[in-house]
């Protein structure tokens, strides 16, 4: 070999090894970059927040017809003593949701055969307190339906005896103006102008008025009588605070023993039928407010008188429309409302200052009326109101003073 080439393959051979080692090198560092994420620690796994529990809507019955769900929560175990809902603190305070509890249209259920509605039947809820209000007299609105012609008759008699108790929180729905008893007794009258023809659209028009009044007054609970209705205040008082207004709470008697059926106009050319339970007005009936704020889409600004006029029946059917047709929630079937078209002498005479409303007998009818013996007869008091009044509040000035007894 020529020692002349010596330098040149000298050379070559250095670069080739400076390319090897480069190649070299590039291989290591893609090497190093795959396993760092191997030899790293597995990175510590951070719980994720848990969505809240869902509340589903109450399966009553069929699908909702509208997009105001009434919710069901059932938490805890069923005291078959009182039938109310028992509960941790803890899972009554993690549900920050209107509880409500619905059953099946079985009118026995969720109801006292001696004592009326019982709190964990249809309409109750949890025992604590979400399920219990605290309630006072000025948190109910109880609404009078009458008529002018029975100002005299009628509501002269409701001002003097339980309306007295309840001034305040009394709002008394007519047809006309009369200042002179507005001015005389203090009482809230409030004129509907509507019909006072005793007709479907003139019935619903007032119950529509009822309604947008109570929504105004922010009260918690909604009760509608009629003007030949007698108040017990205390048990009204008792039987409301056994739920919360925030609940869905429909309590009323029905006045037949089966739910009534209407035809829904849908179209012109069709309809469909429904059934459903509901309280009857002549009894009175009492709404929670949770209850009445979602019923506006059809009850609000005049749309009650439209959905009247959709199936055709009167005000307290299609309070019960609304609510059981529409909303799917039950009505809770109680004995302690009365109305005039039932036999009232059959009321055990000490249960009648228990019960929360009575009646009494029409023209056709006088001698229907409450067993009950006090400081009036008969004559005196055929309604057997003022007797009733005067076993409750003693210290009216008008009651008869009971004679002290004289010992032997």
Known sequence: MNPLHWPVRMHIASVGVSKFCFLFSLAFCGLLLLLIPALQPPARQVDLPQPRPQVRPAQA????????????????????????????????????????????????????????????????????????????????????????????????????????QAKEQTYIFTDGEDKELRMRTGANIINTNCSAAHTRQALCCKMSVEYDKFIESQKKWFCHVDDDNYVILPSLLQLLSSYHHSQDVYLGRPSLDHPIEAAERVKSDGSVSVKFWFATGGAGFCISRGLALKMSPWASLGNFISTAEKIRLPDDCTIGYIIEALLEVTLTHTHLFHSHLENLQKLPTDTVLEQVTLSYGGFENRRNVVSIVGGFSLVEDPTRFKTVHCLLYADTDWCPKLKPRHKN
């Open 61 to 164: 019955g069929p699908s909702h017809h509208a997009g105001v769900p009434a919710v069901s929560v059932h938490v805890g175990e069923t005291d078959s003593t009182t039938g109310l809902n028992r509960s941790s603190a803890g899972q009554e305070g993690s549900i920050e949701t209107e509880v409500t509890r619905n059953d099946n249209h079985n009118p026995k259920r969720g109801m006292d055969s001696k004592r009326g509605a019982l709190p964990g039947g249809k309409g109750g809820g949890l025992l604590g307190s979400r399920s219990r209000d605290l309630l006072e007299l000025k948190d109910i609105f109880i609404a009078v339906k009458t008529t002018r012609k029975y100002h005299k008759s009628r509501l002269e008699l409701l001002i003097q005896t339980w309306v007295s």
